[in-house]
């Protein structure tokens, strides 16, 4: 049974690093054709992606947001983090992780509950 | 990035009714393109993949099709369990970008 958990600060100042845990389990991410991604939603708007780490530890970031995030595996093997630096009220959304399979492109099969983040001084 | 659009934004419909969704790409994309429905203070979840593949337990009233820029969503017989928002994603070229959703509610 696949699920996946975010975890982390509900809310952040402006200009303040985000870090948010991702852990999950029923599944590895050392296996071939698996990736974890993450994606946003601001309350009221549209899904976001934000970044995406494979199996073989390949990272792909959203052009927009790149010099902002980081994401890697943790070593316990079974957490993925995302990092967004110099947060900004605009960032305030739901921060959700996924699992995803890539081979024809990739899709996304067993999300996390997501994880309100609000960004206010 | 690749512009994904989706039209229309809303619609009204009847249990009953078939309900058909349209996804534009801004570029080719072939067959790389997702749907997911998300109901209101939920996660999203995965209907279809490479355009027309349907995801394991999703009823068989939902089918994709299209490829290169034009992609459809369609709902048989909408059921009163499928009023919710539709988006698309493509998967062809990093990064993924979403379409800006389909709210279909009860007429």
């Known amino acids: 049974q696949v699920t996946l958990r975010e975890s982390g600060p509900a809310l952040v100042k402006p200009t303040q690093t985000l870090t948010l845990t991702c852990t999950f389990s029923?599944?590895?991410?050392?296996?071939?054709?698996?990736?974890v991604s993450w994606i946003r939603q601001p309350p009221g708007k549209a899904l976001e992606w934000l970044a995406r780490i494979n199996w073989d530890d390949d990272k792909y970031y959203n052009t927009s947001l790149r010099t902002r995030l980081t994401i890697y595996k943790d070593i316990s093997g079974d957490q993925v983090v995302l990092r967004m630096t110099n947060m900004d009220p605009a960032d305030t959304a739901t921060y959700y992780c996924a699992r995803c399979l890539t081979g024809y492109g990739d899709y996304a099969d067993y999300w996390g509950q997501g994880t309100l983040v609000t960004v206010s001084s | 990035d690749i512009q994904m659009t989706q039209s229309p934004s809303s619609l009204s419909a009847s249990v009953g009714d078939r309900v058909t969704i349209t996804c534009r790409a801004s570029q080719r994309i072939s067959t790389y393109l997702n749907w997911y429905q998300q109901k209101p203070g939920e996660a999203p979840r995965l209907l279809i993949y490479?355009?027309?593949s349907v995801q394991r337990g999703v009823p068989s009233r939902f089918s994709g099709g299209g490829s290169g820029t034009d992609f459809t969503l369609t709902i048989s017989s909408l059921q009163p369990e499928d009023f919710a928002t539709y988006y698309c994603q493509q998967s062809h070229t990093t990064p993924r970008t979403f379409g800006q959703g389909t709210l279909v509610d009860i007429k």
């Open positions: 490479a355009a027309s």
């Open positions: 029923g599944f590895s991410l050392s296996t071939s054709g698996m990736c």
